[in-house]
T-cell receptor
């Protein structure tokens, strides 16, 4: 199994809703990442988990709350989002915390905040 | 800080044309370099990588050589196909707080006409 899966594929939510995005990989990777990608822009790093511990938070607003329950799963909990948070949310994983190992990306969740 | 600069797009070519997408980087040390491709509505896929100077990465007819002297990693393909239409991102790896971070260029949208 060499893929990263993300659910749901599409999500529409109101500004008062609470929702979660889910990411899963079974490649034995111990680093997992959340990115946000706006249209026609490169992905922007949000969070990095290393061995299930949060190692990087790129000053992301607290309305985004990541969680890594185990080495295969990564969640992103969403609460009180703003319309400008609408974007493609990408999850990625890599084998080791090393510059030599590529990141494998999931297909993304297309989020629309009304 | 480290950065990546890509040639601006969009780039439009005819099928079987020769492709070059320029990428230059600024970095301290010797980062790994990557080309990722994003097809419409999908996540990013690793196209090729190079981990040290003079390394040549290749995949699916695409090639790029890590040139330390010119700090470049240009993407080339001898004969493009319609199916190569996508957005291409050049990226370097950076280690921050013990974790790997990808620094992306702005992306180049490629359209191949039959």
């Amino acid at each position: 199994d060499t893929e990263v899966t993300q659910t749901p594929k599409h999500l529409v939510m109101g500004m008062t809703n609470k929702k979660s995005l889910k990411c899963e990989q079974h490649m034995g990777h111990r680093a997992m990442y959340w990115y946000k990608q706006k249209a026609k822009k490169p992905p922007e790093l949000m969070f990095v988990y290393s061995y299930e511990k949060l190692s990087i938070n790129e000053s992301v607003p607290s309305r985004f709350s990541p969680e890594c329950p185990n080495s295969s799963l990564l969640n992103l909990h969403l609460h009180a989002l703003q319309p400008e948070d609408s974007a493609l949310y990408l999850c990625a994983s890599s084998l080791l915390q090393s510059s030599y190992n590529e990141q494998f990306f999931g297909p993304g969740t297309r989020l629309t905040v009304l | 800080g480290n950065s990546v600069t890509q040639m601006e797009g969009p780039v439009t070519l005819s099928e079987e044309a020769f492709l070059t997408i320029n990428c230059t980087y600024t970095a301290t040390g010797y980062p790994s370099l990557f080309w990722y491709v994003q097809y419409p509505g999908e996540g990013l896929q690793l196209l090729l990588k190079a981990t040290k100077a003079d390394d040549k990465g290749s995949n699916k007819g695409f090639e790029a050589t890590y040139r330390k002297e010119t700090t470049s990693f240009h993407l080339e393909k001898g004969s493009v196909q319609v199916s190569d239409s996508a957005v291409y991102f050049c990226a370097l790896s950076d280690r921050i707080q013990g974790a790997q971070k990808l620094v992306f260029g702005q992306g180049t949208r490629l359209t191949i006409n039959p």
